[in-house]
């Protein structure tokens, strides 16, 4: 039997979300371009391509690895959607602020 695979995204939505969290690490860090090239070991018009939805810049496991380091995170934060991080932080702040009262009703 042959199971069915359902696709939900095409490659390009998956990139987009690679593309703009480089970027917005990138910036959140202050860097350049070239900066982030220089650390990453790649060049800067590599760090363009990716970061510029126009162009079709397919990213390998391995540069990614290299940026992640290079900008001291987890490689994982490049797939998390903005919109997902923030659900998520949501609730371990309504989880942390359940604590906090039940700490305070206990005083």
Do not use: P, W
Request: proline share 0%; hydrophobic share 40%.
């Amino acid at each position: 039997m042959i199971k069915e695979v359902l696709y939900f995204h095409d490659d390009e939505y998956y990139y987009e979300i690679v593309r703009a969290n480089i970027k917005k690490y990138r910036l959140e860090q202050k860097l350049t371009q070239q900066d982030l090239a220089d650390l990453s070991g790649v060049s800067r018009q590599y760090i363009c391509d990716i970061e510029n939805k126009n162009r079709n810049k397919h990213i390998t496991i391995a540069i990614l690895g290299r940026v992640a380091d290079a900008l001291d995170i987890n490689i994982i934060e490049f797939f998390i959607k903005e919109d997902e991080l923030r659900v998520e932080i949501k609730k371990v702040l309504s989880i942390f602020n359940k604590k906090e009262e039940k700490e305070v009703v206990n005083i």
